[in-house]
């Protein structure tokens, strides 16, 4: 299973990015599907996932009411859209699936593909 992630780049701040998450197999429609990001020098952080069952999203505190996380699952794709950026949303931003029977999960331990990551720069 490969994961592609796509969708980063350069974004002032207040503007908008929306991020895709491509599996290479029909999976993501029975996987839970999440978004972690890293900036540098930093952990990777979770930011939001969304439920195999139910389409059941989460958000990390930090993102809650800029970002919102869907899913397609015609398409295999998971969408992160991020509105109102700050520049402390700069990082490489990974997306990552796991066939764990949860509705959600913010450990990045508990995933087991990830996409290559895509870098979205927020300049103030």
């Known amino acids: 299973v490969q994961l592609q992630a796509s969708g980063g780049g350069l974004a002032q701040a207040g503007g908008s990015l929306r991020l895709s998450c491509a599996a290479s197999?029909?999976?993501?429609?029975?996987?839970?599907v999440g978004w972690f990001r890293q900036a540098p020098g930093k952990e990777r952080e979770f930011v939001a996932s969304?439920?195999?069952?139910?389409?059941?999203?989460y958000y990390a505190s930090s993102v809650k009411g800029r970002f919102t996380i869907s899913r397609d699952n015609a398409k295999n794709t998971v969408y992160l859209q991020m509105n109102s950026l700050k520049p402390e949303d700069t990082a490489v931003y990974y997306c990552?699936?796991?066939?764990?029977?949860?509705?959600?999960?913010?450990?990045?331990?508990?995933?087991?593909?990830w996409g290559q990551g895509t870098q979205v720069t927020v300049s103030s």
């Open positions: 969304i439920s195999r069952i139910g389409r059941i999203p």
């Open positions: 990552a699936a796991t066939a764990r029977d949860t509705d959600y999960s913010g450990r990045y331990y508990d995933y087991d593909y």
């Open positions: 197999e029909d999976i993501l429609s029975s996987y839970l």
